[in-house]
């Protein structure tokens, strides 16, 4: 079957470095997407990530290693609003977008 | 960049009644759009994915009868809860893609829609 794994919860500090990891296992890849979702509100995107190797974006970024279906993203300089679950989703060889149930980051001053 | 709005934002409405929620593409052509379901403190859920001009593609144990998908174009897609019942309240999202290539160039979520049902 499918599977994306990740973190249920992390914390971490204000200021501080975080790393959310993500495996997965899945028919076909066609990339990787990560998105962040504050409690009520729809999935906002932050990264895709098709190739291997590490995609910078400001204080977000996000990193691919197909060979060993693993990505994580890296939240650098933390904010109190950085406080929100981080979603892992894979594309399989369907062009479905398969979920990680998700990474709920609790940040504190 | 993209956007991708959804309507009604929130609706509430009576047991039986049929509850339409409209996505749409803003300014890219949406090749395939896909309805999600999330209730509270879980993740996203895939209840069907739709391609511009073809019926739409249920995940198992979607009733397809129950849960009607119109995609009339590569901008507008519909979501039908027909005769929803209190256990439908949920919130309802669509995302759209846009694949070129064999990539998915494109991919953005609207906003969301929350239904309840009393």
């Known amino acids: 079957g499918q599977n994306i794994d990740q973190p249920t919860e992390m914390t971490a500090t204000e200021g501080a470095i975080v790393q959310i990891n993500c495996t997965y296992q899945?028919?076909?890849?066609?990339?990787l997407f990560w998105y962040q979702q504050h409690a009520g509100e729809a999935p906002t995107f932050l990264s895709y990530?098709?190739l291997d190797g590490l995609e910078e974006k400001g204080r977000f970024s996000s990193f691919l290693s197909r060979s060993k279906g693993y990505s994580y993203l890296l939240l650098k300089e933390l904010q109190m609003k950085d406080s929100a679950s981080y979603l892992c989703a894979v594309v399989d060889s369907n062009y479905q977008l398969i979920w990680g149930a998700g990474t709920k980051l609790i940040i504190k001053p | 960049g993209a956007v991708v709005s959804q309507h009604p934002s929130r609706v509430i409405c009576k047991s039986g009644t049929s509850v339409k929620i409209e996505c749409r593409s803003l300014d890219f052509q949406a090749t395939t759009m896909f309805w999600y379901r999330q209730f509270p403190k879980q993740s996203l859920m895939l209840m069907a994915t739709s391609n511009e001009g073809s019926k739409a593609t249920y995940e198992q144990g979607v009733e397809k009868d129950k849960f009607l998908i119109n995609h009339a174009s590569l901008t507008l897609s519909t979501l039908t809860v027909t005769s929803a019942h209190p256990e439908d309240s949920s919130f309802y999202i669509c995302?759209?893609?846009?694949?070129?290539?064999?990539?998915?160039?494109?991919?953005?979520f609207g906003p969301g829609t929350r239904l309840t049902v009393l």
């Open positions: 995302s759209a893609t846009k694949i070129a290539g064999g990539l998915v160039v494109e991919q953005f």
């Open positions: 990530n098709v």
């Open positions: 899945t028919s076909g890849f066609n990339g």
